[in-house]
């Protein structure tokens, strides 16, 4: 049904054809949407995922109790965790944990204005594309759109956001802590780099599980434009 809608939606602009009016004429009342109601009901879709689900993110324990975006230890640094628990030092393990997520927290504040810019320029082809493709294809799209300058923008504020919740510091003396164990080799870790890119895959993740509520769920369309567009895809 979606395809043949598309289909229409796009030779109607083209052609006033006996045969194709016919075709929608026999279409339910109000089912046809026109290009710009289609696209703003994508740039709904994604500023509620944002609005809902990313602003989750900046509040404390936003990555930290969260199990989908969890910022975990990277392999060279989980055995660090695992040397410093083995000699009674849990406490401290948990703490180097924590901060990497609170500095993720800090950060995501950042992402908003690029996710808005973003949103705005979705076109009727970028609308009938997502539309037409997985439940994560708005996401995806956010992703591609966005992906770099997040990057760029989240790299320094997560390293001033190190300092900020102290994360340098533990760190530092986690490490050192390890370095001075016997029988173990020393390692140094880009936590700046790692943090950076976990936190762009909570960000996403979480735009993914608003985007696919909306589309499997029809109380999740909050607004009327929402369920006109996203019936198409029923």
């Given amino acids: ?18 045969e194709l009016q016919g075709i929608v004429d026999q279409l339910p009342q109000g089912s ?10 994508l740039r709904q879709a994604l500023d509620l995922g944002i609005d809902k689900q990313v602003s ?11 199990e989908l975006v969890k910022i975990l230890l990277p392999t060279e640094l989980q055995k660090v965790d695992k040397a410093l628990r083995d000699i009674g030092l849990s406490n401290l393990a948990d703490e180097g944990l924590k901060v990497l997520n609170r500095a993720a927290e800090d950060a995501v ?27 994560d294809a708005a996401t995806h799209y956010l992703t591609g759109k966005t992906e770099t300058a997040l990057y760029n923008q989240f790299h320094p504020v997560i390293n001033s956001s190190f300092t900020k919740v102290g994360a340098d ?4 003396g986690l490490i050192n802590k390890y370095n001075s164990l016997p029988f173990t080799s020393n390692v140094n870790s880009n936590l700046t780099d790692y943090v950076t890119g976990e936190a762009l895959k909570g960000v996403y993740t979480m ?12 109380s999740s369309r909050t607004t009327a434009l929402l369920k006109k567009v ?4 029923d």
């Fill in 1 to 18: 049904m979606i395809r043949k809608l598309l289909m229409i939606l796009l030779i109607f602009n083209l052609t006033a054809c006996a």
């Fill in 32 to 41: 046809i949407l026109s290009e710009a109601d289609m696209a703003s009901g």
């Fill in 56 to 66: 989750k993110l900046t509040k404390k324990d936003g990555f930290f109790k969260n």
């Fill in 109 to 135: 504040s950042e992402a908003t204005p690029i996710f808005v810019n973003a949103v705005k320029d979705i076109t009727f082809t970028d609308a009938k594309n997502i539309l037409l493709g997985s439940d």
């Fill in 169 to 172: 510091q533990i760190w530092e």
């Fill in 207 to 218: 735009i993914a599980v608003e985007e696919k509520e909306i589309r499997t769920k029809v």
């Fill in 230 to 233: 996203f019936a198409l895809q």
